[in-house]
Protein backbone atom coordinates (compact mmCIF):
# COMPACT_ATOMS: atom_id res chain seq x y z
CA UNK A 1 0.00 0.00 0.00
CA UNK A 2 1.43 3.52 -1.01
CA UNK A 3 2.34 6.22 2.05
CA UNK A 4 -0.64 8.00 2.91
CA UNK A 5 1.09 10.99 1.81
CA UNK A 6 1.49 9.64 -1.46
CA UNK A 7 -1.92 8.19 -2.02
CA UNK A 8 -3.12 12.52 -1.10
CA UNK A 9 -0.69 13.65 -3.57
CA UNK A 10 -2.91 11.29 -5.97
CA UNK A 11 -6.20 12.43 -5.18
CA UNK A 12 -5.65 16.31 -5.05
CA UNK A 13 -3.03 19.40 -6.44
CA UNK A 14 0.33 19.19 -4.83
CA UNK A 15 0.12 21.88 -3.05
CA UNK A 16 -3.59 21.01 -1.27
CA UNK A 17 -1.14 17.81 0.83
CA UNK A 18 1.50 19.23 3.00
CA UNK A 19 4.04 17.05 4.21
CA UNK A 20 5.23 16.35 7.99
CA UNK A 21 7.94 18.78 8.12
CA UNK A 22 5.56 21.60 6.16
CA UNK A 23 2.89 20.63 8.51
CA UNK A 24 5.49 21.18 11.93
CA UNK A 25 6.21 25.19 10.85
CA UNK A 26 2.34 25.30 12.30
CA UNK A 27 1.37 25.55 15.62
CA UNK A 28 -0.75 23.00 17.09
CA UNK A 29 -3.12 25.72 17.90
CA UNK A 30 -4.52 29.43 19.56
CA UNK A 31 -2.88 27.63 22.94
CA UNK A 32 -0.45 25.80 22.27
CA UNK A 33 2.69 27.04 19.94
CA UNK A 34 4.12 23.11 19.79
CA UNK A 35 4.60 21.90 15.99
CA UNK A 36 1.78 20.77 14.42
CA UNK A 37 2.24 17.02 13.95
CA UNK A 38 0.56 15.26 11.61
CA UNK A 39 1.26 12.26 8.96
CA UNK A 40 -0.07 14.78 6.37
CA UNK A 41 -1.93 18.14 6.49
CA UNK A 42 -4.59 17.93 3.64
CA UNK A 43 -6.39 21.16 2.27
CA UNK A 44 -9.51 20.58 0.45
CA UNK A 45 -11.33 22.81 -1.52
CA UNK A 46 -14.90 21.59 -1.36
CA UNK A 47 -17.37 18.71 -0.35
CA UNK A 48 -16.80 16.87 -3.73
CA UNK A 49 -12.42 16.55 -2.49
CA UNK A 50 -13.43 16.10 1.22
CA UNK A 51 -15.39 13.41 -0.12
CA UNK A 52 -12.34 11.94 -1.91
CA UNK A 53 -10.04 12.35 1.11
CA UNK A 54 -12.43 10.23 3.44
CA UNK A 55 -13.18 7.94 1.48
CA UNK A 56 -9.26 7.12 0.96
CA UNK A 57 -8.96 7.44 4.66
CA UNK A 58 -11.89 5.22 5.26
CA UNK A 59 -10.68 2.48 3.40
CA UNK A 60 -7.43 2.42 5.65
CA UNK A 61 -8.68 3.21 8.51
CA UNK A 62 -6.77 6.10 8.82
CA UNK A 63 -7.69 8.38 11.52
CA UNK A 64 -8.78 12.31 10.33
CA UNK A 65 -8.41 15.08 12.90
CA UNK A 66 -10.33 18.22 11.64
CA UNK A 67 -8.45 21.64 11.82
CA UNK A 68 -10.88 25.03 11.56
CA UNK A 69 -9.76 28.41 13.02
CA UNK A 70 -7.94 26.56 16.30
CA UNK A 71 -9.10 28.64 18.88
CA UNK A 72 -11.06 25.97 20.49
CA UNK A 73 -10.28 25.37 24.22
CA UNK A 74 -10.72 21.58 24.78
CA UNK A 75 -8.30 19.79 22.91
CA UNK A 76 -10.39 18.89 20.30
CA UNK A 77 -7.63 19.67 17.39
CA UNK A 78 -4.96 17.71 19.17
CA UNK A 79 -3.19 15.39 16.58
CA UNK A 80 -0.43 12.86 16.41
CA UNK A 81 2.04 12.30 13.84
CA UNK A 82 -0.39 9.43 12.72
CA UNK A 83 -2.98 11.45 12.10
CA UNK A 84 -4.10 13.13 8.74
CA UNK A 85 -5.18 16.92 9.13
CA UNK A 86 -7.92 18.11 7.34
CA UNK A 87 -7.96 22.02 7.43
CA UNK A 88 -10.71 23.63 6.08
CA UNK A 89 -8.56 26.91 5.70
CA UNK A 90 -9.37 26.96 1.25
CA UNK A 91 -13.10 26.44 1.66
CA UNK A 92 -13.43 30.24 2.24
CA UNK A 93 -16.25 31.09 -0.48
CA UNK A 94 -19.16 33.39 1.14
CA UNK A 95 -21.45 32.22 -2.22
CA UNK A 96 -24.96 33.88 -1.18
CA UNK A 97 -25.81 36.50 1.06
CA UNK A 98 -30.09 36.41 0.41
CA UNK A 99 -31.10 39.36 2.18
CA UNK A 100 -34.46 38.59 1.27
CA UNK A 101 -34.63 35.23 2.62
CA UNK A 102 -31.73 37.24 5.67
CA UNK A 103 -29.19 33.75 5.18
CA UNK A 104 -26.24 33.88 4.14
CA UNK A 105 -24.94 30.60 2.94
CA UNK A 106 -20.23 30.01 2.89
CA UNK A 107 -17.96 27.65 3.11
CA UNK A 108 -16.59 26.15 6.74
CA UNK A 109 -13.59 27.79 6.70
CA UNK A 110 -15.04 31.38 6.18
CA UNK A 111 -13.93 33.10 9.48
CA UNK A 112 -16.97 34.76 11.96
CA UNK A 113 -15.67 38.04 11.55
CA UNK A 114 -15.40 37.85 7.76
CA UNK A 115 -19.10 36.72 7.90
CA UNK A 116 -20.19 39.57 10.19
CA UNK A 117 -18.78 41.95 7.86
CA UNK A 118 -19.92 40.70 4.61
CA UNK A 119 -23.59 40.83 6.45
CA UNK A 120 -23.09 44.36 8.09
CA UNK A 121 -22.57 46.10 4.25
CA UNK A 122 -25.89 44.33 3.28
CA UNK A 123 -27.55 45.90 6.98
CA UNK A 124 -27.53 42.48 8.84
CA UNK A 125 -26.28 40.79 11.29
CA UNK A 126 -24.83 36.93 12.46
CA UNK A 127 -26.61 36.33 15.21
CA UNK A 128 -23.33 34.65 16.53
CA UNK A 129 -20.51 36.40 18.14
CA UNK A 130 -17.16 35.70 20.08
CA UNK A 131 -13.87 37.37 20.98
CA UNK A 132 -12.35 34.66 18.96
CA UNK A 133 -14.02 35.94 15.74
CA UNK A 134 -11.41 37.11 13.81
CA UNK A 135 -9.64 33.42 14.00
CA UNK A 136 -12.55 31.02 14.14
CA UNK A 137 -14.68 29.67 11.33
CA UNK A 138 -18.11 29.26 11.35
CA UNK A 139 -17.16 25.49 10.50
CA UNK A 140 -15.54 25.28 14.04
CA UNK A 141 -18.64 27.43 15.13
CA UNK A 142 -21.02 24.50 13.98
CA UNK A 143 -18.67 21.60 15.09
CA UNK A 144 -18.58 23.06 18.63
CA UNK A 145 -21.96 24.62 18.73
CA UNK A 146 -20.37 28.11 19.78
CA UNK A 147 -21.99 30.10 22.28
CA UNK A 148 -20.60 33.55 22.85
CA UNK A 149 -21.84 36.99 23.88
CA UNK A 150 -25.24 37.39 22.41
CA UNK A 151 -26.93 33.72 23.64
CA UNK A 152 -29.20 35.99 26.07
CA UNK A 153 -30.79 37.53 22.76
CA UNK A 154 -29.87 35.01 19.59
CA UNK A 155 -29.13 32.03 21.24
CA UNK A 156 -26.44 29.45 20.73
CA UNK A 157 -24.64 28.42 17.01
CA UNK A 158 -27.15 25.88 16.99
CA UNK A 159 -30.25 28.01 16.97
CA UNK A 160 -29.13 30.24 14.07
CA UNK A 161 -27.26 27.30 11.64
CA UNK A 162 -30.54 26.68 9.15
CA UNK A 163 -28.57 24.25 7.02
CA UNK A 164 -24.90 22.36 6.32
CA UNK A 165 -23.38 20.15 3.99
CA UNK A 166 -21.19 17.84 5.92
CA UNK A 167 -19.23 14.61 4.57
CA UNK A 168 -19.47 11.45 6.30
CA UNK A 169 -16.77 9.43 7.25
CA UNK A 170 -16.74 7.23 4.49
CA UNK A 171 -16.96 10.44 1.83
CA UNK A 172 -20.35 10.57 1.26
CA UNK A 173 -21.39 14.55 0.56
CA UNK A 174 -24.53 14.86 2.59
CA UNK A 175 -26.07 18.51 1.18
CA UNK A 176 -28.55 19.39 4.03
CA UNK A 177 -28.40 23.42 2.75
CA UNK A 178 -31.85 24.35 3.99
CA UNK A 179 -32.69 28.10 4.03
CA UNK A 180 -36.16 27.94 5.94
CA UNK A 181 -36.53 28.86 9.65
CA UNK A 182 -39.38 25.70 9.13
CA UNK A 183 -38.79 22.76 7.89
CA UNK A 184 -40.12 19.45 9.75
CA UNK A 185 -39.90 16.74 6.97
CA UNK A 186 -38.50 13.95 9.04
CA UNK A 187 -35.44 13.98 11.56
CA UNK A 188 -33.39 17.45 11.48
CA UNK A 189 -30.09 16.21 10.07
CA UNK A 190 -28.18 19.65 10.40
CA UNK A 191 -28.68 19.45 14.14
CA UNK A 192 -26.69 15.77 14.32
CA UNK A 193 -23.38 17.82 13.63
CA UNK A 194 -23.86 20.78 15.01
CA UNK A 195 -21.47 20.31 18.25
CA UNK A 196 -20.17 16.68 17.01
CA UNK A 197 -16.74 18.12 17.25
CA UNK A 198 -15.13 16.23 14.51
CA UNK A 199 -16.23 13.17 15.84
CA UNK A 200 -19.16 12.43 13.15
CA UNK A 201 -18.14 14.32 10.02
CA UNK A 202 -16.56 16.92 8.62
CA UNK A 203 -18.98 20.06 8.05
CA UNK A 204 -18.01 21.60 4.41
CA UNK A 205 -20.61 24.67 4.05
CA UNK A 206 -23.08 26.26 6.37
CA UNK A 207 -26.41 28.57 5.91
CA UNK A 208 -26.84 30.96 9.17
CA UNK A 209 -29.91 32.80 9.48
CA UNK A 210 -28.86 36.88 9.53
CA UNK A 211 -30.89 39.34 11.48
CA UNK A 212 -31.65 43.07 10.63
CA UNK A 213 -28.77 44.58 11.87
CA UNK A 214 -29.23 47.02 15.40
CA UNK A 215 -29.40 50.76 14.46
CA UNK A 216 -27.36 51.65 17.50
CA UNK A 217 -25.72 49.91 21.19
CA UNK A 218 -25.96 51.03 24.55
CA UNK A 219 -22.93 49.54 26.61
CA UNK A 220 -22.28 50.32 30.36
CA UNK A 221 -20.28 48.65 32.83
CA UNK A 222 -22.01 48.75 36.15
CA UNK A 223 -20.56 47.56 39.93
CA UNK A 224 -22.99 45.76 41.79
CA UNK A 225 -22.57 45.27 45.56
CA UNK A 226 -22.94 41.37 45.93
CA UNK A 227 -23.55 38.19 43.80
CA UNK A 228 -27.17 37.96 45.45
CA UNK A 229 -28.74 41.10 43.83
CA UNK A 230 -27.86 39.67 40.21
CA UNK A 231 -30.45 37.66 39.71
CA UNK A 232 -33.06 41.04 40.56
CA UNK A 233 -30.34 43.01 38.43
CA UNK A 234 -30.97 40.61 34.97
CA UNK A 235 -34.65 40.42 35.69
CA UNK A 236 -34.79 43.83 36.28
CA UNK A 237 -32.95 44.98 33.18
CA UNK A 238 -34.86 42.34 30.85
CA UNK A 239 -38.36 43.47 32.22
CA UNK A 240 -37.25 47.52 31.49
CA UNK A 241 -35.30 46.63 27.88
CA UNK A 242 -37.91 44.62 26.58
CA UNK A 243 -36.21 42.16 23.61
CA UNK A 244 -33.27 44.41 23.51
CA UNK A 245 -30.81 43.23 26.29
CA UNK A 246 -28.10 41.33 24.19
CA UNK A 247 -25.35 40.90 27.19
CA UNK A 248 -25.29 40.51 30.34
CA UNK A 249 -21.37 39.65 31.59
CA UNK A 250 -20.72 39.12 35.45
CA UNK A 251 -16.88 39.38 36.30
CA UNK A 252 -16.11 38.77 39.86
CA UNK A 253 -14.23 42.06 41.55
CA UNK A 254 -10.80 40.01 41.65
CA UNK A 255 -10.91 39.37 38.00
CA UNK A 256 -11.59 42.79 37.34
CA UNK A 257 -8.31 43.66 38.90
CA UNK A 258 -6.30 41.34 38.08
CA UNK A 259 -6.90 43.01 34.42
CA UNK A 260 -6.80 45.89 35.01
CA UNK A 261 -3.28 46.04 36.88
CA UNK A 262 -1.01 49.28 36.12
CA UNK A 263 0.13 48.57 32.20
CA UNK A 264 -3.15 46.54 31.21
CA UNK A 265 -6.29 47.23 30.52
CA UNK A 266 -7.27 50.92 31.69
CA UNK A 267 -9.88 50.91 35.12
CA UNK A 268 -13.17 52.86 33.97
CA UNK A 269 -14.28 52.72 37.70
CA UNK A 270 -13.16 52.21 40.90
CA UNK A 271 -11.20 48.75 41.37
CA UNK A 272 -12.34 47.78 44.57
CA UNK A 273 -16.12 46.21 43.91
CA UNK A 274 -17.05 43.02 44.50
CA UNK A 275 -18.32 42.33 41.43
CA UNK A 276 -19.10 43.97 38.07
CA UNK A 277 -21.84 43.40 35.04
CA UNK A 278 -20.91 44.49 31.76
CA UNK A 279 -24.60 45.00 29.97
CA UNK A 280 -25.27 45.93 25.91
CA UNK A 281 -28.74 46.45 24.75
CA UNK A 282 -29.09 46.95 21.25
CA UNK A 283 -32.18 48.70 19.39
CA UNK A 284 -33.55 50.19 16.11
CA UNK A 285 -33.96 53.72 17.60
CA UNK A 286 -30.19 54.90 19.10
CA UNK A 287 -32.10 58.16 20.69
CA UNK A 288 -35.54 56.71 21.97
CA UNK A 289 -33.31 52.81 23.20
CA UNK A 290 -30.27 55.04 24.58
CA UNK A 291 -32.57 57.11 26.93
CA UNK A 292 -34.66 53.67 27.79
CA UNK A 293 -31.44 52.21 29.04
CA UNK A 294 -30.34 55.16 31.10
CA UNK A 295 -33.65 54.96 32.44
CA UNK A 296 -33.45 51.34 33.77
CA UNK A 297 -29.93 51.95 34.71
CA UNK A 298 -31.29 54.63 37.21
CA UNK A 299 -33.73 52.83 38.05
CA UNK A 300 -31.71 49.57 39.28
CA UNK A 301 -29.38 52.43 41.14
CA UNK A 302 -31.80 53.72 42.86
CA UNK A 303 -33.43 50.48 43.84
CA UNK A 304 -29.51 49.67 44.94
CA UNK A 305 -28.79 46.70 42.69
CA UNK A 306 -26.27 48.86 41.29
CA UNK A 307 -23.77 50.58 43.49
CA UNK A 308 -21.92 52.67 40.07
CA UNK A 309 -21.68 52.92 36.31
CA UNK A 310 -20.11 53.80 33.34
CA UNK A 311 -22.07 54.20 29.88
CA UNK A 312 -19.98 54.35 26.94
CA UNK A 313 -20.09 57.39 24.60
CA UNK A 314 -18.17 56.35 21.49
CA UNK A 315 -17.34 52.68 19.82
CA UNK A 316 -13.76 53.27 21.07
CA UNK A 317 -14.93 53.40 24.58
CA UNK A 318 -17.45 50.63 24.19
CA UNK A 319 -14.64 48.37 22.47
CA UNK A 320 -12.07 49.69 25.85
CA UNK A 321 -15.12 48.46 28.18
CA UNK A 322 -15.65 45.03 26.00
CA UNK A 323 -11.85 44.32 25.84
CA UNK A 324 -11.87 44.22 30.06
CA UNK A 325 -14.39 41.47 29.82
CA UNK A 326 -12.88 39.80 26.64
CA UNK A 327 -8.92 40.90 26.50
CA UNK A 328 -7.64 38.61 29.53
CA UNK A 329 -4.47 37.44 28.08
CA UNK A 330 -2.63 39.04 31.20
CA UNK A 331 -4.13 36.28 33.32
CA UNK A 332 -1.94 33.69 30.96
CA UNK A 333 0.86 35.46 32.56
CA UNK A 334 0.31 32.97 35.43
CA UNK A 335 1.58 29.25 35.22
CA UNK A 336 0.14 27.06 34.71
CA UNK A 337 -3.30 27.85 34.32
CA UNK A 338 -6.53 26.25 33.59
CA UNK A 339 -9.24 27.78 32.31
CA UNK A 340 -12.96 26.48 32.97
CA UNK A 341 -16.40 26.81 31.40
CA UNK A 342 -19.48 24.95 33.16
CA UNK A 343 -22.92 26.11 33.32
CA UNK A 344 -25.47 25.97 36.19
CA UNK A 345 -28.48 27.44 37.17
CA UNK A 346 -27.91 31.25 38.33
CA UNK A 347 -29.24 30.63 42.15
CA UNK A 348 -26.52 28.47 42.62
CA UNK A 349 -23.69 30.61 41.49
CA UNK A 350 -22.56 32.36 44.07
CA UNK A 351 -22.04 29.45 46.40
CA UNK A 352 -20.71 26.98 43.76
CA UNK A 353 -17.50 29.61 42.76
CA UNK A 354 -17.58 30.32 46.71
CA UNK A 355 -17.20 26.37 47.10
CA UNK A 356 -14.55 25.98 43.90
CA UNK A 357 -12.85 28.48 45.41
CA UNK A 358 -12.80 27.01 49.38
CA UNK A 359 -11.71 23.43 47.63
CA UNK A 360 -8.99 25.16 45.83
CA UNK A 361 -7.21 26.64 48.58
CA UNK A 362 -7.50 24.17 50.69
CA UNK A 363 -5.50 21.82 48.37
CA UNK A 364 -3.22 24.87 47.22
CA UNK A 365 -3.38 27.89 49.93
CA UNK A 366 -1.79 30.07 47.30
CA UNK A 367 -3.86 29.33 44.46
CA UNK A 368 -6.20 31.90 42.29
CA UNK A 369 -9.31 31.52 41.02
CA UNK A 370 -10.50 34.10 39.06
CA UNK A 371 -14.38 33.99 37.58
CA UNK A 372 -16.33 35.71 34.86
CA UNK A 373 -18.93 34.89 32.05
CA UNK A 374 -22.17 34.90 30.32
CA UNK A 375 -23.84 34.65 33.32
CA UNK A 376 -27.38 35.69 31.93
CA UNK A 377 -26.94 32.34 30.37
CA UNK A 378 -25.82 30.30 33.67
CA UNK A 379 -22.42 30.53 32.19
CA UNK A 380 -18.93 30.77 34.12
CA UNK A 381 -15.39 30.93 32.80
CA UNK A 382 -13.20 30.07 35.59
CA UNK A 383 -9.19 30.47 35.62
CA UNK A 384 -7.42 28.45 38.32
CA UNK A 385 -3.61 28.93 39.17
CA UNK A 386 -2.65 26.31 41.59
CA UNK A 387 -0.11 28.76 42.35
CA UNK A 388 3.54 27.49 43.69
CA UNK A 389 2.35 24.20 44.10
CA UNK A 390 3.89 21.49 41.50
CA UNK A 391 3.21 18.13 40.31
CA UNK A 392 2.04 16.31 37.58
CA UNK A 393 -1.07 16.08 38.65
CA UNK A 394 -2.44 19.70 38.97
CA UNK A 395 -4.97 19.96 35.96
CA UNK A 396 -6.78 16.81 36.76
CA UNK A 397 -6.36 17.53 40.96
CA UNK A 398 -8.30 21.04 39.44
CA UNK A 399 -10.65 19.55 37.61
CA UNK A 400 -11.74 17.42 40.86
CA UNK A 401 -12.47 20.66 42.70
CA UNK A 402 -14.23 22.50 39.73
CA UNK A 403 -16.25 19.73 37.94
CA UNK A 404 -17.54 17.75 41.23
CA UNK A 405 -19.53 20.06 42.95
CA UNK A 406 -21.74 20.52 39.73
CA UNK A 407 -22.77 16.98 40.33
CA UNK A 408 -25.41 17.87 43.08
CA UNK A 409 -26.79 20.94 41.34
CA UNK A 410 -27.00 19.53 38.08
CA UNK A 411 -24.50 21.51 35.88
CA UNK A 412 -22.38 21.25 32.91
CA UNK A 413 -18.93 20.37 32.40
CA UNK A 414 -19.10 22.06 29.37
CA UNK A 415 -21.13 25.23 28.89
CA UNK A 416 -20.35 25.78 24.86
CA UNK A 417 -16.48 24.98 24.43
CA UNK A 418 -17.61 21.23 24.13
CA UNK A 419 -15.62 17.88 25.14
CA UNK A 420 -12.79 17.22 23.24
CA UNK A 421 -9.99 15.40 24.69
CA UNK A 422 -9.75 17.86 28.05
CA UNK A 423 -13.27 17.27 28.83
CA UNK A 424 -13.64 13.34 27.90
CA UNK A 425 -13.24 11.70 30.86
CA UNK A 426 -15.33 13.71 32.88
CA UNK A 427 -18.51 13.43 30.51
CA UNK A 428 -20.38 11.18 33.10
CA UNK A 429 -20.83 13.87 35.35
CA UNK A 430 -23.11 15.68 33.36
CA UNK A 431 -24.50 12.95 30.54
CA UNK A 432 -26.61 9.21 32.06
CA UNK A 433 -24.91 5.86 30.63
CA UNK A 434 -28.02 5.83 28.50
CA UNK A 435 -27.22 9.12 27.37
CA UNK A 436 -23.43 8.29 26.57
CA UNK A 437 -24.85 4.91 24.79
CA UNK A 438 -26.92 6.76 22.66
CA UNK A 439 -23.60 8.91 21.70
CA UNK A 440 -21.83 5.77 20.99
CA UNK A 441 -24.33 4.46 18.67
CA UNK A 442 -24.90 7.69 16.84
CA UNK A 443 -20.68 7.73 16.41
CA UNK A 444 -20.89 3.71 15.45
CA UNK A 445 -23.55 4.33 12.89
CA UNK A 446 -21.75 7.61 10.79
CA UNK A 447 -18.22 6.66 11.55
CA UNK A 448 -17.82 2.24 11.77
CA UNK A 449 -14.42 2.28 11.60
CA UNK A 450 -13.69 5.24 14.17
CA UNK A 451 -11.58 7.72 11.66
CA UNK A 452 -13.09 11.20 12.54
CA UNK A 453 -11.44 12.72 15.60
CA UNK A 454 -10.95 9.43 17.53
CA UNK A 455 -10.42 9.85 20.91
CA UNK A 456 -12.44 12.74 21.38
CA UNK A 457 -15.59 13.44 23.14
CA UNK A 458 -16.68 10.13 23.93
CA UNK A 459 -15.13 8.08 26.79
CA UNK A 460 -13.69 4.70 26.52
CA UNK A 461 -16.14 1.98 26.71
C1 LIG B 1 -10.21 34.62 22.79
C2 LIG B 1 -11.17 33.48 22.68
C3 LIG B 1 -12.50 33.68 23.05
C4 LIG B 1 -13.42 32.64 22.93
N1 LIG B 1 -14.71 32.88 23.30
C5 LIG B 1 -15.62 31.90 23.15
C6 LIG B 1 -16.99 32.14 23.51
O1 LIG B 1 -17.37 33.21 23.99
N2 LIG B 1 -17.86 31.13 23.30
C7 LIG B 1 -17.48 29.91 22.78
O2 LIG B 1 -18.34 29.03 22.60
N3 LIG B 1 -16.19 29.66 22.47
C8 LIG B 1 -15.26 30.61 22.64
N4 LIG B 1 -13.96 30.37 22.30
C9 LIG B 1 -13.58 29.02 21.81
C10 LIG B 1 -13.55 28.87 20.27
O3 LIG B 1 -13.35 30.10 19.64
C11 LIG B 1 -14.83 28.21 19.74
O4 LIG B 1 -14.92 26.89 20.24
C12 LIG B 1 -14.90 28.18 18.20
O5 LIG B 1 -16.21 27.81 17.82
C13 LIG B 1 -13.89 27.22 17.57
O6 LIG B 1 -13.83 27.47 16.17
P1 LIG B 1 -12.51 27.12 15.33
O7 LIG B 1 -12.79 27.38 13.90
O8 LIG B 1 -11.34 27.79 15.90
O9 LIG B 1 -12.44 25.54 15.56
P2 LIG B 1 -11.17 24.63 15.89
O10 LIG B 1 -10.53 25.06 17.15
O11 LIG B 1 -10.31 24.52 14.70
O12 LIG B 1 -11.89 23.21 16.12
C14 LIG B 1 -12.72 23.00 17.23
C15 LIG B 1 -13.35 21.60 17.11
O13 LIG B 1 -14.22 21.54 15.99
C16 LIG B 1 -13.76 20.61 15.01
N5 LIG B 1 -13.95 21.24 13.70
C17 LIG B 1 -13.49 22.45 13.29
N6 LIG B 1 -13.95 22.73 12.06
C18 LIG B 1 -14.72 21.68 11.68
C19 LIG B 1 -15.49 21.38 10.52
N7 LIG B 1 -15.56 22.22 9.47
N8 LIG B 1 -16.16 20.20 10.48
C20 LIG B 1 -16.11 19.33 11.51
N9 LIG B 1 -15.40 19.55 12.64
C21 LIG B 1 -14.72 20.72 12.73
C22 LIG B 1 -12.32 20.31 15.38
O14 LIG B 1 -11.95 18.98 15.00
C23 LIG B 1 -12.33 20.49 16.88
O15 LIG B 1 -12.82 19.32 17.51
C24 LIG B 1 -13.00 31.38 22.44
C25 LIG B 1 -11.67 31.18 22.06
C26 LIG B 1 -10.76 32.21 22.18
C27 LIG B 1 -9.36 31.99 21.74
Request: charged content about 25%; aromatic content about 4%.
Amino acid sequence: MTDILEALRDLLDDDAVLAPDQAAQRASSYWDPAPLRAAALVRPRDARETGLVLALCHDRGQPVVTHGGLTGVVDGVRSGPGDVVLSTERMTAIEALDDVGRTVTAGAGVTLQRLQEAAAARGLLVPIDLGARGSCTIGGNVATNAGGINVIRHGMTRDNVLGLEAVLADGTVVTSLNRMVKNNAGYDVRQLFVGSEGTLGVVTRVVVRLVEAPAGRTTALASVPSFDVVPSLLRALERALGGQLTAFEVMWGDYVRAVTEPGLHRAPMGRDHPFYVLVEAEGGDPATDRAAFLAALERVMAGELVTDAVVAHSETERRALWAIREQFEALFERRPIFLYDVSLPLGSMAAYVDEVQARLRRRWPDSRCDAMGHVGDGNLHLFVHPGTATGDDLHAEADDDVYEPLRPIGGSISAEHGIGLEKRDRLPISRSPAEIELMRTVKRALDPRNILNPGKVLPPA
